[in-house]
């Protein structure tokens, strides 16, 4: 084989700690390697023609490229040496980057570094065959998982363009957290006219079904082909009779169940539906208070049913679902200030979170729109927020900022002043986080039209005076320690990862942070892209976002759908194991370790059997490769000749 | 019989020798024994830390070292300072770059030993459920204020005991003698410590705030399980009132004083006469009025 090496500097990426052109002087050594150079950005244009002339003119057969990590760059130099002729799987990658310039000062070892890579590289390549790609046809119906304003974007674009969505949503309704809001930032438009529309639109896109009080069970297959089991949660109401007419929460006995949809201030009964505009509008028991599921005699509301809607013997159902692409739109919870000993840990009934202060402004709220304290249901007339309350803080685990808090107490500031003209607000705040499209000025407006009174400072303690609560801080600007005896303290409380994000990425097979929010493909090139073809993410299962991002974000998934979408077929990927049938003996024991279900038996003339990878299925992890005792079974351009080829160079 | 080694430090030698006595008494009627640590040393306080870190945790870690040569796996000092102290040898001796230096000094290392106060000895190894079945005098009818100063929960990282910031340890095992115990806001404000000799105005606001806190809600007396907030709180109540041309008169007992008290134990043998403000009015029985302040509330 001829072997052409090429050494990148990167600017001084690499070349600042490594001696390139020793590495390629040195590459020119090794075995079947015919040329070898060094070049500034081998990326660049110019950096790939270079590759391409090498090919032509000495009659290149495989390519080294030694740069930054295959992440990156690898689809980008297989693309250049097939448009020069070659497999694309005749070349190979030397991470001298990630793995050595950037993680060492020492110029002499990284430079002994690089040129062991390489060896490795080289040695490997030499065992490369070229590999060929099938097509597969893409089924073009789209999933999304979570049905906030994300998710409900991604699915309207989609749907708009003509193809079938499945939306699956865990709660009752869809709407996410902004259906929670009273109003939004920073335009002050009320948040239920702007995302009610939407809502409806989903209910009555007939190319969009909606499977709302669900959960993905399992997710089995790969980018154009996925199938999808959806876990449909009882709900004790047959949905395709409930009309939403209500009868049967006004007549429910048990009034004291919990008011999820209002954060716990309200009480609600145990067969609900959350809110007038909610979307599906159905009814759903909740069993923790139900009194006939609880053995008690009740049944009210299936007496009461003009429709026969109500069935106590329902159970969990599973529905499957085949798609070929997946929206991850999960979104966020609400950090729960509970381990903040010093604000109360949550003993302090008018020391709220943002989002219960959210529901107390909204007029569909548990107080109708009118501001009050949960305690006594007396107008405050003193109001303290406090800002970055497990946001910026490690102590909590919580060192990243959430982004919506500086934004979001300014707002209830504004239409605190509106509702209560007499109140007076204060904001402890740590460092005032505004930047966005008239972000700034809406907080000016907070402080200078609406004279909201801002102290920078951390409060250090809340405690109970009579019946108000006296809120000692340090303002920092002025060095002083200040008190102020507050009718009500609303906390800002931050961002965190939704609740099972991490099984439903395992579920997924994509990766998530430290905290629970998923990992994009790269944070700036490829922001709704995950590492799973075929899975895009929008929205707040990212990180903390605001809802102008989330839509965004939302619009960006759904696009990146589309341009999938507008093929019909998609190339498969040959990187998959394949069983060379003289050698296996029939032991099964691939079929039993591999995680994807993609081996099966095979039957050959005479009753002979044999293992066969289906090629579509196979996500080519290596598990069989390793477990096959005859190493008959072979994973396409990671082989045992091609590892130990690396292995030995390594060694020698 | 559980054996606990016992540091007293140098404050139970002196001004709170009645911290001693009834944290002996105390100990010995939950079937604990206390093995006080045969030629233990001053634990460096607050001039060696400021001085050098490593002679500070030398200077407490030679007591760790003899406790762990009794073969006592516990050590338990009533006074927060000299707790933190040991604290600090022990994470010293976890250091790996100080780790050497640390055993060259004190001559072995201190690995595995569980270092606690009065309060977690007595909230985790009897606690409440205990002490309320061995109460022979109820409190029943007093209402008592549980302060626990900066130190008994706090830093986190070294105390892991109880909420750095709302601590409820001793809320509970007061309110297992049966009396009151209010929500105390300023549980763990500070009493203005050792300013209480070079700034005594510093003390007169701080400690001040906590006596009119206390008094706000009811209290009849403050329970510690600090010698230095035992002083600034009583010793200088004096002080505190003439600063604040107030007239506080909250006794202002240790939490083994009080322990004792309901544990049936006379007040002389826990030294209750030793405090400056007198505690008489702890030794009020109201067990009786129960009913009537129940009527009258």
């Not at chain 1, 902004?178 to 948040?191: E, G, N, Q, R, V």
């Not at chain 1, 500031?413 to 499209?437: C, Q, W």
């Not at chain 2, 600090?226 to 240790?254: E, G, W």
């Not at chain 2, 049936?264 to 009537?292: F, H, N, W, Y």
């Given at each position: ?30 075995a ?22 090498a ?18 760059h ?18 190979e990658m030397?991470?001298i ?34 590999l ?8 073009k ?19 708009d363009?003509?193809m ?24 002050i ?34 980018i ?5 089991e ?54 759903m028991?909740?069993a ?51 381990v ?30 009118h ?18 309350v ?10 990243y900022?959430s982004g ?11 239409l ?6 007499e ?7 740590m ?36 019946e ?6 340090a ?23 939704s ?30 892209e ?20 989330s ?8 696009s990146?759908v ?20 003289r ?44 477990t ?13 000749n091609?590892?130990?080829a ?7 | ?17 009645e ?9 010995e ?6 093995v ?61 770059k ?13 690995d ?6 009065l309060?977690q ?27 626990y ?12 005991f ?24 300023y ?31 009811g ?9 230095l ?30 322990l ?38």
């Amino acid at each position: 084989m001829r072997i052409g090496v090429f050494v990148c500097n990167c600017g001084t990426n690499i070349a600042g700690t490594v001696d390139t052109k020793k590495v390629a002087a040195e590459a020119l050594g090794f075995a079947d390697v015919v040329y070898a150079t060094n070049y500034m950005y081998t990326c660049s244009e110019p950096g790939q023609q270079e590759i391409q002339r090498a090919i032509a003119e000495q009659g290149l057969q495989g390519v080294v490229v030694a740069a930054c990590s295959p992440r990156m760059h690898e689809p980008t130099f297989r693309r250049a040496v097939e448009k020069a002729g070659l497999n694309r799987y005749m070349f190979e990658m030397a991470n001298i980057r990630e793995h050595v310039s950037w993680i060492g000062n020492d110029r002499e070892a990284n430079t002994s570094k690089a040129i062991d890579l390489v060896r490795m590289a080289v040695a490997k390549l030499r065992f490369n065959a070229p590999l060929f790609s099938s097509k597969m046809p893409v089924n073009k119906r789209l999933l999304v998982i979570g049905g906030g304003v994300a998710g409900i974007q991604a699915a309207l674009d989609c749907a708009d363009g003509g193809m079938d969505v499945v939306m699956v949503e865990r709660q009752q309704y869809i709407g996410g957290k902004m259906a929670k809001l009273d109003k939004t930032f920073p335009t002050i438009d009320c948040s239920s006219c702007i995302l009610g529309p939407k809502m409806v639109d989903v209910a009555q896109k007939e190319n969009i079904t909606l499977y709302a009080a669900s959960e993905i069970e399992s997710i089995s297959g790969y980018i154009g082909n996925f199938t999808v089991e959806i876990r449909k949660k009882t709900t004790f109401v047959n949905w395709e009779a409930c009309t939403g007419c209500g009868a049967c929460m006004e007549k429910c006995p048990s009034k004291k169940a919990a008011d999820y949809f209002n954060e716990g201030l309200g009480a609600a009964r145990a067969i609900n539906i959350p809110f007038p505009q909610a979307i599906p509008k159905k009814a759903m028991i909740d069993a923790a208070y139900c009194r006939q599921l609880n053995g008690k005699k009740c049944g009210v509301c299936a007496k009461i049913c003009p429709v026969k809607a109500i069935d106590f013997e329902m159970k969990d159902e599973i529905v499957t679902e085949k798609v070929g692409a997946i929206i991850v739109a999960t979104g966020y919870d609400l950090f729960d200030h509970a381990v903040y000993g010093e604000y109360g840990g949550g003993r302090y009934p008018d020391v709220i979170s943002g989002l219960q202060y959210e529901r107390i402004l909204s007029a569909s709220g548990p107080f109708g729109g009118h501001i009050r304290r949960p305690s006594d249901g007396k107008e405050p007339k003193e109001i303290v927020f406090i800002s970055c309350v497990g946001s910026r803080d490690a102590s909590v685990g919580r060192p990243y900022c959430s982004g919506i808090c500086c934004m979001y107490i300014a707002k209830q500031a504004i239409l605190t002043r509106d509702h209560l003209p007499e109140s007076n607000s204060y904001v402890f705040y740590m460092d005032i986080r505004s930047p966005g499209k008239n972000y700034d000025e809406f907080v000016r407006r907070a402080q200078e039209e609406y004279g909201v009174q801002y102290i920078r400072g951390r409060v250090g303690k809340i405690y109970r005076r009579g019946e108000r609560m006296v809120v000692q801080g340090a303002d920092t600007l002025l060095g002083v320690q200040v008190e102020v005896e507050a009718d009500l303290v609303v906390l800002a409380t931050g961002v965190e990862s939704s609740l099972g994000a991490g099984e439903l990425a395992e579920k997924l097979r994509i990766s998530y942070d430290q905290y629970g929010f998923y990992m994009e493909s790269h944070p700036k090139l490829r922001p709704v892209e995950t590492n799973t073809a075929g899975v895009y993410l929008a929205g707040a299962c990212q990180g903390p976002k605001d809802i102008p991002s989330s839509v965004a974000q939302g619009s960006a998934a759904a696009s990146k759908v589309q341009s999938l979408f507008a093929h019909d077929t998609i190339e498969t990927n040959p990187q998959v194991a394949l069983v060379n049938e003289r050698n296996c003996i029939a032991c099964g024991k691939c079929i039993q370790v591999c995680p994807f279900g993609a081996i099966q038996w095979k039957e050959l003339r005479g009753g002979i059997k044999k293992a066969e990878v289906l090629a579509s299925v196979c996500q080519g992890c290596g598990v069989c490769n390793a477990t096959c005792p005859p190493k008959a079974i072979q994973l396409q351009h990671a082989t045992d000749n091609q590892i130990l080829a690396e292995v030995n160079e390594l060694c020698a | 019989m559980k054996r606990v080694a016992y540091y007293k430090g140098c404050s139970l030698e002196g001004l709170a020798a009645e911290y001693d006595r009834s944290t002996r008494l105390v100990c010995e009627a939950f079937g604990i024994e206390l093995v006080e640590i045969p030629d233990w040393n001053c634990c460096g306080s607050t001039p060696a830390h400021s001085y050098d870190p490593l002679l500070s945790a030398a200077l407490a870690g030679r007591n760790l070292a003899i406790a762990a040569d009794q073969g006592c796996e516990m050590v338990m000092s009533p006074c927060p300072g000299c707790l933190k102290s040991l604290k600090g040898a022990q994470e010293t001796c976890e250091d790996p770059k100080l780790r050497k230096p640390f055993v060259d000094l004190v001559g072995r290392d201190v690995d595995g030993m569980k270092t606690v106060s009065l309060l977690q000895l007595l909230y985790e190894e009897v606690g409440p459920e205990a002490l309320q079945k061995a109460v022979r005098r109820p409190l029943t009818g007093h209402t008592l204020i549980p302060y626990y100063g900066c130190l008994l929960t706090r830093p986190a990282q070294k105390a892991k005991f109880d909420d750095p910031e709302n601590p409820v340890s001793l809320d509970r095992l007061l309110e297992a003698t049966g009396a009151a115990v209010p929500d105390f806001p300023y549980k763990t404000e500070c009493c203005g410590a050792t300013y209480g000799v070079t700034r005594n105005d510093f003390v007169g606001r701080l400690s001040g705030r906590i006596l009119d806190m206390a008094e706000r809600l009811g209290g009849e007396a403050i329970v510690v399980a600090c010698p230095l907030c035992q002083q600034n709180l009583d010793m200088r109540q004096d002080q505190i009132n003439k600063y604040r041309s107030s007239a506080f008169h909250l006794p202002v007992p240790y939490i083994s004083q009080v322990l004792g008290l309901a544990l049936g134990m006379s007040p002389k043998m826990l030294g209750l006469d030793k405090l400056c403000v007198s505690p008489d009015i702890l030794l009020e029985d109201r067990t009786q009025d129960r009913e009537a302040q129940g009527s009258a509330g």
